[in-house]
């Protein structure tokens, strides 16, 4: 079965599915985008992935390709038509189509949707737990305005390359000052050396991560206190756990950094016990 994306107004094979070469997103990385979990045929937390789509534009000064009810009906059948039961969506809206220039075209351009989706193996998800993942420190080389999901992503491209080719999965970003800021495509939380979870806050550095705003409902539903503090690197390699969010791997535990154990060396209780959690708490949206 070929896959179908959406692109402005056509469902269409990926093969005949393409942007026009003068589109701001391809030529100046003008454009924002969300990825989104669907498991057991059901969207995840897709009202806050909205909610920020919505801010990311508003951000940028792009318009809103839609409204809201017919976007997330064409994202459903974005999934229906890929058959997705677990999965995830991709959608990125950019400026439009426009000569080249790098000032903004006129405010009549229309935006350009594009939405595909993709089926992941529950297996696979479930080892990276069960085994937990590598990780690298980088310097955080990113521009500063990082709480906007732009498609700009070479930076964070770079890192989790930098990671793989030390035979790692992420790269964890660390600021001027020694303070860890975010991964590559992941926030990052510890369990520090008195048992307490932590996460930095995200008003500054991070994108505020819908996994990581989901994972805040998680703890409080179970009576377990987050602190939203900034933590360093040294704090973070002695800490008792470290776990990851995203829409793409909800919570996974991170053994390794630089090539030293965290903790004990294998996934902690905390990562687990949150997990096992999420997905009844979050929002869920029938496909
Ligand atoms: N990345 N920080 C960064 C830099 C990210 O790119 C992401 C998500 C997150 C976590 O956000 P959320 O919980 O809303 O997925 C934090 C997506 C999954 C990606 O680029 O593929």
Redesign the pocket.
Known sequence: MPRIAYINGRYLPHSEAAVHIEDRGYQFADGV?E?CEIRHGMIVDLTR?LD?LDRSLSELAIRRPMSRPALSQVIREVCRRNRVKNGLFYLQVTRGVARRDHVYPSADTPPSLVISAKITDPAVIAKKNETGMKAITMPDNRWDR?DI?TVG?LP?AMARQAAKDKGAQEAIYVDASGMVT??????VWIVDKDGVLVTRPAERG??R????TGLMDVTSELGVKVEEREFSRDEMLSAREVFI????SICFPIVEIDGQPIGNGHPGAMAERIRTSFFDVAEKTVI
């Open positions: 985008y990825v992935h920020r990082v999901k992503l964070n975010e991964g590559a495509a992941t926030n991070i994108l991560g819908i996994t990581r969010t995203a829409a793409t």
